[in-house]
């Protein structure tokens, strides 16, 4: 009797792409065959080094594995010979000749993608008043004498009170050793950096000979998947440098439970997942002051938001009480660091300011959002969702303001999706269905025609088509169930494979098959589970602050966050992950907790706007209301059960309802049902 072949689960990161592969496959077969991009230039040979990866160990609860290096079968002559000659690093394996042996989640590395993920938190246009916590005082000191037994510190600090009238000017321990130097250096004149901020004592923090002109601030928005970071001249407001990257932190758990999870699994891993995002904001920093010129050393304040999970994440703290009730936040308040102790490399006197987290689930990006916003200045209610894997909503105006979060998971960023991928060049991003013919076209990243559009075939060549990403995902469903090949109950109709071979059964369902030019790219019925999921708990979350607001009426609904600003208004209303309002009052603000965290950066009174808002907005726990569920049931319908969207129904003809069993396969088989005894 022949053994059966053993199979091994392999999930690749940062792309969220998983399969499961005989032992014995080469690592860069199984990243092809999902569609994952791995360069490889010399046939598999490991000559080239470009299909580098690393192995993230620990136990992963969520994917239900153990991933170790020894997964891997050892290193090849070729491995041992390439890794002798070009320094592979330790950790690193090349693909194309590591074997799989067992369970594995691997990290294509950041600097080994060509192909990588596209970042979409740019800087939002906003004019913001400088009132930085930094200022910088140029001064002129006597040279010491004999007559004057002074120390040079007490004099440059006596001479700066006299200038700025700040009587208890203190310093910063680190100057205690350059600042002679410094002075001698500048003939006597210097330019001194002086922080000041909240109750913190006035801080001379650096100090440069003769006269500096501008020094810098960052202001980071650290997600769950990507990062994003801003360089701002702290002197005139303007934004002069924007970049992002990938959250490395991705290799331990696509979404943030499944990090709290690992963490919890793997205490000892805690600072690998800290020392991770650390050093990817240190890459991010290096770049910003290249862009413009500039030094580490002239970058002298900080802001940093993120949601709970990442704030504790980036500061080092364990997030293991955040993943179950009462979901107890470490610290919340704002709070002024040095960025020393954080092992940023800026200005060894730099400091950080941290925005509040408004509660256990809804972070300092929540906050920051609903600053750059402003809801509680205004008469209109407003909804302000930021879309990630978990979901913060802010609900209200100058009277009343409240906030929840909902656990949305990943799928909107292609995670758990059958062909799904996070944005990159090759994703499916826009997809249109024709009602009659049912064929559809769509656009993918990196190509600028649709697919049905002349020039496409060629240039489609350089990205291929690889998957679908979150806004592909949603616009697919959307565009399936405007179609009729979906019902509002979120069921693929298999009697549509008579009108078209793109429905095609898949054992008691069916599926809809969009692409399969490198890769099949079909929705299955999984997938529109995932997505009927995700987007009901976002609305049930919205509907129980509805309800406690006491209204049901919304005049603007604002989508912030990289993918809210993907998301076209009217499909989102048609799935039904947002509630009915006016279609031109909905509307993507974008990176707006970026663009927040660069207001509390440049001007003091902003994170003292901030601070005190953040102690009136009322706290919702969805997890412990009771009509979170009915409103959970309602939401997974297309796009409601119960709510009538008289809105979208003026502008968008919704399908008649039709109603098809999700039991009924090929051939008309229903799934048995088992009697209750």
């Known amino acids: 009797m022949t053994e059966p072949v053993k199979h091994a689960k392999v999930v690749f990161q940062p792309s969220g792409r998983r399969g499961h592969f005989p032992v014995g496959t080469p690592l860069l077969d199984a990243a092809r065959s999902l569609g994952v991009y791995v360069e490889s230039v010399c046939g598999g040979r490991g000559i080239c080094g470009r299909c580098q990866i690393s192995v993230s160990e620990g136990t992963f609860a969520k994917e239900n594995l153990t991933s170790a290096a020894e997964n891997l079968e050892g290193a090849t002559e070729a491995e041992n010979r ?26 294509v590395p950041t600097d080994a993608q060509t192909n990588r993920q596209v970042v979409r938190k740019r800087a939002e246009a906003r004019q913001i008043d400088a009132d930085s916590a930094v200022s910088l005082v140029t001064i002129s000191l006597p040279e010491p004498d004999m007559e004057t037994p002074r120390g040079d510190i007490d004099r440059l600090r006596e001479a700066l009170i006299e200038k700025t009238r700040l009587a208890d000017l203190t310093f910063d321990p680190i100057l205690l050793p350059k600042v002679q130097a410094i002075l001698r250096k500048g003939n006597w004149q210097v330019t001194a950096a002086i922080h000041q901020d909240r109750s913190v004592l006035p801080t001379l923090v650096a100090l440069w000979p003769g006269e500096k002109q501008a020094v810098y601030g960052l202001a980071v928005d650290i997600g769950s998947t990507t990062i994003a970071a801003h360089l701002c001249n702290l002197q005139n407001g303007r934004t002069v440098s924007s970049a992002g990257t990938s959250n490395p932190q991705i290799r331990f758990g696509e979404d943030l439970m499944s990090r709290v999870s690992y963490v919890q699994m793997n205490p000892s891993k805690l600072p690998d997942l800290t020392r991770a995002v650390r050093e990817a904001i240190n890459a991010l920093v290096d770049k910003l002051v290249g862009d413009v010129g500039a030094e580490r050393s002239d970058v002298l304040d900080a802001t940093f938001v993120g949601n709970p999970v990442m704030h504790h994440l980036f500061l080092g703290i364990d997030p293991v009480e955040l993943g179950g009730a009462p979901f107890a936040l470490a610290a919340s308040d704002a709070m002024v660091l040095n960025a020393r102790d954080l092992d940023l490399e800026l200005n060894p006197g730099a400091r950080v300011y941290m925005l509040p987290c408004i509660a256990g689930h809804v972070g300092a990006d929540a906050a920051a959002a609903t600053l750059a916003e402003g809801p509680y200045k205004l008469d209109e209610i407003t909804l302000l969702v930021d879309v990630g894997t978990n979901a913060e909503i802010v609900l209200g105006n100058k009277d009343r303001l409240l906030a929840a979060s ?15 991928q996070r944005a990159a060049p090759g994703a499916i991003e826009r997809i249109r269905i024709d009602k009659e013919t049912l064929e559809p076209r769509f656009k993918v990243i990196g190509v600028d025609e649709w697919s049905n559009e002349e020039g496409f075939a060629e240039k489609v060549d350089s990205v291929g088509v690889t998957g679908i990403c979150g806004s592909g995902i949603i616009e697919a469903v959307a565009e399936m169930y405007l179609a009729g090949l979906i019902t509002e109950d979120g069921v693929i109709d298999g009697s549509m494979a008579a009108r078209t071979s793109r429905v095609q059964a898949r054992g008691r369902t069916f599926s809809y098959r969009i692409a399969d030019e490198d890769v099949e790219i079909s929705i299955l019925q999984t997938d529109i589970r995932a997505i009927q999921l995700a987007k009901g708990a976002l609305y049930a979350g919205v509907k129980l602050l509805q309800d406690k607001l006491g209204t049901y009426k919304l005049d603007r609904i604002r989508l912030a966050g990289a993918f809210g600003s993907y998301i076209d208004p009217q499909y989102a209303m048609v799935l039904g992950l947002i509630p009915d309002c006016p279609l031109d009052g909905v509307s993507g603000v974008g990176n707006a907790a970026g663009t927040g965290a660069r207001m509390a950066l440049l001007n003091r009174g902003h994170r003292r706007e901030i601070e005190q808002t953040v102690r009136d907005i009322e706290k919702i726990e969805t997890a412990l209301e009771p009509k979170f569920q009915e409103h959970f049931v309602n939401a997974m319908a297309l796009p409601n059960k119960v709510d009538p969207f008289p809105h979208l129904r003026a502008a968008v003809e919704l399908p008649a309802k039709k109603t098809v069993d999700e039991g009924e396969g090929a051939g008309g088989e229903r799934r048995r049902r088992r009697r209750r005894g």
């Open 406 to 420: 909902s656990p949305t998971g990943p799928a909107f960023e292609g995670a758990e999706i059958s062909s799904g």
């Open 82 to 107: 390439y890794a002798s000659l070009r320094n592979l690093p330790a950790d690193r394996r090349l693909s194309c000749q590591a074997k799989i042996l067992g369970d594995l989640v691997v990290d």
